[in-house]
């Protein structure tokens, strides 16, 4: 059957047909057509949908998700055609019975979730089904081959290339923004992809976009890392391991993050980028995703094993997670910190502390640095001013003005203090209410807007002290964020004392 | 934030907004609004789509979905804030994560399916994690419980009220059109509604429409059941446990049917119906649901079990599914088979037996025969025509023409007559084969369409002589369907001597 067709900007892939259509061609709500480009010979196939109105008996309605690929122009003649059932929903009902998937198998689910033959719910029984039972660590490896073969691929002809992930979960960790630079300023290479923030108040894409654009090619990242060391990219603007996205998209309402996946998530796109040398660093603690240190070298253990598989050299940082990485929660905050320690060419506390171990890690791992010396070597980076005239230079090749200074990020101008109510010890913060204040202020999408957190754990408060200052673009944000503040009670101070016990 | 709604008729609930006013309301793809009908005050929670050119900046597109309850009209304004994501959701998660389920919990996670606020993802999670993780008993009766309750009940004042449901998957099962009118001309109350075929050549909803309008509400079930002694419609059109054809339609893409679901589904039905009698009629064998007898009388305790902690007393017929029941398949063919029998007051083979012996447990059961009388009970209303006046009383309350013959019903007019290639003895039969076949001829859909199995497993056919044939009432479906049986081989002829050992 040919239909005209037309095209509407909605990601999720499907086609909307008429049930007059639907009907001659014998598909209902769910079944999939095949359709082919009449110009190229492109050929998809998509779920589909009825619709009486949205498409007219006659014409055809494919969201931009499945035109991605077929590029068709509104008004163009499609062949449509029923298309069979594919066999990857075979393969996933095979995951949900519990059964373990060959490589041609889960190259048959990757490649129809990355071809947008699968649709949302489809892609979220896959996903559901693996978290519960579980993949073995050749099922791992084949996933991660299949997603890493989903997308482009980058290749380095100079060697060591280095990457380096942070599992999420602990707010203001912004170590990227020191440690690419240290490692590039030391002669290597870097090729770093970033994730805007989901459920958090800032990825490390969406820091470096305070600085300098964030979206490049494959084919951009690797030359801009061939002539200066390194990047901070938006991995989601690359074409690097698309698949991944889609899957994200279907972990998010559920929050269904199954180990298997996330190996595979990690490993495929550091294998992606033409990374040979990896450290990872693994927050645990109370509000991370990994709930303790024990937990942590697991997992620690499983990337090495599939970093190993792939050919990829992996070392683990299991990191201290209960508290923010510095004092700065949001975008410009953020920023301003990291470069603050560039420019002072000196810092302490977690931020420096973390991002010198982090980095010396992979300083070591390349023989950089000697065994035991790597965040002494990484600190030199920072002292010495080639950290700083590094970041410049990634700055300057990615598009953005060199010369900023931490001073030029602006916050606010509407604030708020939250003083302490009582004088005492800060005992905890809880992680999860700083990133939703912050985000109830405007984080991220409001570069101006987030929180300092004056008092970590530990350290002592007077009464009426400031434990925290929340900044915000808009007034009404700011009270959501105060109001959030008052409910949620992130900063627990207290006495020593934590009871007393009577006769 | 207020704005102006246009509706659009897709079946899935979500709402278009324009990324203008997604970010205003600080929501994303995926999260959950609150809209208010600003003349009822009526409220629904929806999931958010992002287009920007379906929805216009100031302007929200909701689909018919949504609109079920909500009944605005294009052009109204609706109120829309962000909403908290359900809680529905974390009681997913806690199935996924192996979690027994609380009726509160289920509660919860049933109503929010029934009013559109989870995604078909997220129902598909949830049924992909109760299959895998199961649910004890316990669980299974909250479920059927909110499946019942979340849609409208029947009571009648007269006891006792019979059901009969059949577990789908053999060819041909066109009992209900004898089982209906024996009970109900017996003096018993049977509201029998149905469904039509999903993957099948014909549910008894699409049997019934070729004698009689099928779509009533429940209150006209309970009138008409009251009136003449029972019906036959479509369960579909009732808002009788509403949120089954949400669950299936989320199960159909993987063909995922797990045991509680199934179990929950099945007596919510009998129970919303006012029902206290049940005959569940469980196919076994190849190419149906239920492997083997040892499975079907498992499931006969469960069904017994739930039916009890209900209300209702269940019996099951474990039952021969090996082969279709009858010879035809596909609506005239299957519909003129059944009245043929009461019309001609006799008949032999499995489509009297069968129906003689569902209808006999149940006059059993409601003591209107003597134990071990049931059978012979039921084969006297059809000898003595009071079944077939039943019929015709059931079929003029639903307003069809009471005076309809077999005759009357019309096959064709494409036909093909498939010749057995050797002479020998019907070995076996594929019930699979044989509904594609009929579904590749157009069943259900041309009522016409179907085929006739002239030969049955046991039977005696010689070379040459018609095995099958089928009917169609398109050329082009004739073809495909006879290209289906040259591919799919739905009848084994062989001798006797299978296989010769020499020496």
Same mark, same amino acid.
């Given at each position: 059957m040919f239909l005209s067709a037309d095209i509407v900007d909605i990601t999720a892939p499907f086609i909307l047909l008429n049930s007059c259509d639907a009907n001659s061609l014998g598909v209902r709500e769910g079944d999939r057509v095949s359709l082919t480009n009449q110009k190229t010979k492109h050929s998809e196939i998509v779920p589909v949908t009825i619709s009486?109105?949205? !498409?007219?008996? =006659?014409?055809?309605?494919?969201?931009?998700?499945? #035109?991605? $690929?077929?590029?068709?122009?509104?008004?163009?003649?499609?062949? +449509?055609?029923? *298309?069979?059932?594919?066999?990857?929903? $075979?393969?996933?009902?095979?995951?949900v019975d519990g059964g373990k998937l060959t490589r041609p198998e889960t190259a048959a689910i990757v490649s129809d979730i990355a071809n947008n033959v699968l649709s949302q719910a489809e892609v979220t029984?896959? +996903?559901?089904?693996?978290?519960? #039972?579980?993949?073995?660590?050749?099922?791992?490896?084949?996933?991660?081959?299949?997603? @890493?073969?989903? =997308?482009?691929?980058?290749?380095?002809?100079?060697?060591?290339?280095?990457?380096?992930h942070s599992i999420g979960g602990v707010p203001g960790n912004k170590i990227t923004l020191l440690v690419v630079p240290i490692i590039a300023s030391s002669g290597l290479l870097i090729p770093k992809t970033s994730s805007r923030a989901i459920t958090g108040a800032g990825g490390t894409a969406d820091l470096m976009e305070a600085l300098a654009p964030v979206?490049?090619?494959?084919?951009?990242?690797?030359? @801009?890392?061939?002539?200066? =060391?390194?990047?901070?990219?938006?991995?989601?603007a690359t074409n690097i391991v698309p698949v991944d996205d889609i899957l994200i998209s279907c972990e998010y309402p559920l929050?269904?993050?199954?180990?298997?996946?996330?190996?595979?998530?990690?490993?495929?796109?550091k294998a992606a980028v033409g990374s040979d040398t990896c450290v990872i660093d693994i927050p645990v603690g109370p509000g991370t995703k990994i709930a303790d240190e024990a937990e942590g070298k697991v997992? !620690?253990?499983?990337?090495? $094993?599939?970093?190993?598989?792939?050919?990829?050299?992996?070392?683990?940082?299991?990191?201290?997670?209960?508290?923010?990485?510095?004092? #700065?929660?949001?975008?410009?905050?953020?920023?301003?910190?990291?470069?603050?320690?560039?420019? #002072?060419?000196?810092?302490?506390?977690?931020?420096?502390?973390?991002?010198?171990?982090?980095?010396?890690?992979?300083?070591?791992?390349?023989?950089?640095?000697?065994? =035991?010396?790597?965040?002494?070597?990484?600190? *030199?980076?920072?002292r010495n001013g080639k950290a700083l005239s590094k970041l410049q230079e990634i700055i300057e090749i990615q598009g953005g003005d060199p010369k900023i200074k931490a001073a030029d990020l602006s916050f606010g101008p509407f604030t708020y203090e939250v003083p302490a109510s009582a004088e005492g010890i800060v005992l905890s913060v809880k992680n999860r209410a700083l990133i939703d204040i912050a985000r109830a202020a405007g984080s991220p999408s409001e570069h101006g807007a987030g929180l300092t957190l004056h008092k970590k754990p530990g350290e002592t408060v007077k009464k009426g002290e400031t434990l925290l200052t929340i900044y915000a673009e808009k007034e009404w944000r700011l009270s959501e964020a105060i109001e959030l503040c008052r409910t949620t009670h992130p900063v627990s101070v207290g006495g020593m004392l934590l009871s007393r016990v009577g006769l």
């Open positions: 009486e109105t949205f !498409a007219v008996c =006659g014409r055809a309605l494919l969201t931009a998700g499945v #035109n991605r $690929d077929l590029m068709i122009s509104a008004g163009d003649e499609i062949e +449509i055609l029923p *298309a069979k059932r594919p066999a990857s929903l $075979d393969f996933i009902r095979k995951k029984s896959y +996903i559901t089904a693996a978290y519960i #039972n579980g993949m073995d660590m050749d099922e791992v490896e084949y996933l991660t081959r299949e997603m @890493m073969a989903s =997308g482009e691929t980058i290749s380095f002809s100079k060697k060591p290339v280095v990457d380096k979206a490049f090619s494959a084919s951009e990242v690797q030359q @801009m890392t061939e002539k200066v =060391g390194g990047v901070i990219v938006w991995g989601g929050k269904i993050n199954g180990r298997g996946k996330m190996l595979a998530s990690i490993i495929a796109k997992l !620690a253990s499983q990337l090495i $094993d599939l970093g190993k598989r792939l050919g990829i050299k992996v070392e683990c940082a299991v990191t201290y997670g209960g508290a923010p990485i510095g004092r #700065n929660i949001g975008v410009n905050l953020e920023v301003a910190e990291a470069l603050q320690v560039l420019e #002072n060419k000196d810092g302490f506390g977690s931020l420096v502390q973390k991002s010198c171990a982090v980095a010396g890690i992979a300083l070591e791992m390349t023989g950089k640095a000697a065994v =035991g010396n790597g965040a002494d070597f990484a600190m *030199a980076q920072i």
